[in-house]
């Protein structure tokens, strides 16, 4: 790797934006604000009816994209469903889940001052699969939105990582080459797979020491922490 890196791009959730965090946190504001539907049900039944409900939705939502509204109404009733509780409330229930998730205060451990540390020497942008209304509203709530000089979101842009045209487009949008730009992600699939093959240099982000999955793809940098990536950057340009 050359240490002509002019550029850092992010992933957000869950490399910047703690995603499960954020929905535990939402869960319990709606669980206060419809407490009497959720009345005799337990904080572990509300969890793991919610992360199901999410995981089978989300299974939907990358198949075939149906509307926004109706996959988040379509999650709020197989949350409901899953309770044995009444779907009437779906509506009301997906409606607040969109305001309150990404207003969560649930950053990845050292996002904000990685991106800080990083805003003098580097241009930064974001490269997310997500749809607008909240992931915006998410890195406001960071406080770093206005660090990022492009920010390229998959639902807004009409691809998605790990298809390497996502990666050239912000690149192209920052003004560079690919491989001026490193990119920091926390999925091997969507991140190091897709941002590798786009030619970018990649930090993996893998805060559980997962196995990397075999898949003829190599990160250049894998790191357990974020406070990390800056020292990379560090020993890059020293070298
Ligand atoms: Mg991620």
Same mark, same amino acid.
């Given at each position: @790797?050359?240490?002509? #890196?002019?550029?850092?791009?992010f992933?957000?959730?869950?490399?910047?934006?703690d995603?499960?965090?954020?929905?535990? @946190?939402? &869960?319990?504001?709606?669980?206060?604000?419809?407490?009497?539907?959720?009345?005799g049900?337990?904080?572990?039944? #509300?969890?793991d009816?919610?992360?199901?409900?999410?995981?089978? /939705?989300?299974?939907?939502?990358?198949?075939?994209?149906?509307?926004?509204?109706?996959?988040?109404?379509?999650?709020?009733?197989?949350?409901?469903?899953?309770l044995?509780?009444?779907?009437?409330?779906?509506?009301?229930?997906?409606? &607040?889940?969109?305001?309150?998730?990404?207003r @969560?205060?649930?950053?990845?451990?050292?996002?904000?001052?990685?991106?800080e540390? &990083?805003?003098?020497?580097?241009?930064l942008?974001?490269?997310?699969?997500?749809?607008?209304?909240?992931?915006?509203?998410?890195?406001? /709530?960071?406080?770093?939105?206005?660090?990022?000089?492009?920010?390229?979101?998959?639902e807004e842009?009409?691809?998605?990582k790990p298809d390497?045209?996502?990666f050239?487009?912000?690149?192209?949008?920052?003004g560079?080459e690919?491989?001026?730009? #490193?990119?920091?992600?926390?999925?091997y /699939?969507?991140?190091?797979?897709?941002?590798?093959?786009?030619?970018?240099?990649v930090?993996?982000?893998?805060?559980n020491g &997962?196995?990397?999955?075999?898949?003829?793809?190599?990160?250049?940098?894998?790191?357990? /922490?974020?406070?990390?990536?800056?020292?990379?950057?560090?020993e890059?340009?020293?070298t």
């Amino acid at each position: @790797m050359s240490a002509d #890196l002019r550029a850092v791009l992010f992933d957000v959730d869950d490399t910047l934006f703690d995603r499960n965090g954020a929905q535990l @946190m939402a &869960l319990d504001v709606i669980a206060r604000e419809f407490r009497d539907l959720f009345a005799g049900v337990d904080r572990q039944e #509300l969890v793991d009816a919610f992360l199901e409900s999410d995981r089978l /939705t989300t299974l939907e939502f990358y198949g075939d994209i149906p509307t926004v509204k109706n996959i988040r109404v379509r999650r709020a009733q197989v949350f409901l469903d899953l309770l044995g509780l009444d779907g009437a409330h779906a509506d009301a229930l997906a409606e &607040l889940y969109v305001e309150v998730y990404p207003r @969560m205060d649930a950053p990845v451990d050292g996002a904000a001052a990685l991106v800080e540390a &990083l805003a003098p020497r580097f241009q930064l942008g974001v490269v997310s699969n997500s749809l607008p209304d909240v992931q915006y509203q998410k890195l406001a /709530t960071l406080g770093i939105r206005h660090f990022f000089e492009c920010i390229v979101l998959s639902e807004e842009f009409g691809i998605r990582k790990p298809d390497p045209a996502i990666f050239w487009h912000a690149a192209g949008l920052l003004g560079r080459e690919p491989e001026e730009c #490193l990119y920091v992600g926390d999925s091997y /699939t969507a991140d190091v797979v897709g941002a590798k093959r786009a030619g970018l240099p990649v930090c993996w982000f893998n805060p559980n020491g &997962l196995h990397p999955p075999q898949v003829g793809v190599e990160c250049d940098f894998e790191v357990r /922490t974020l406070a990390q990536v800056c020292e990379i950057l560090n020993e890059v340009e020293s070298t």
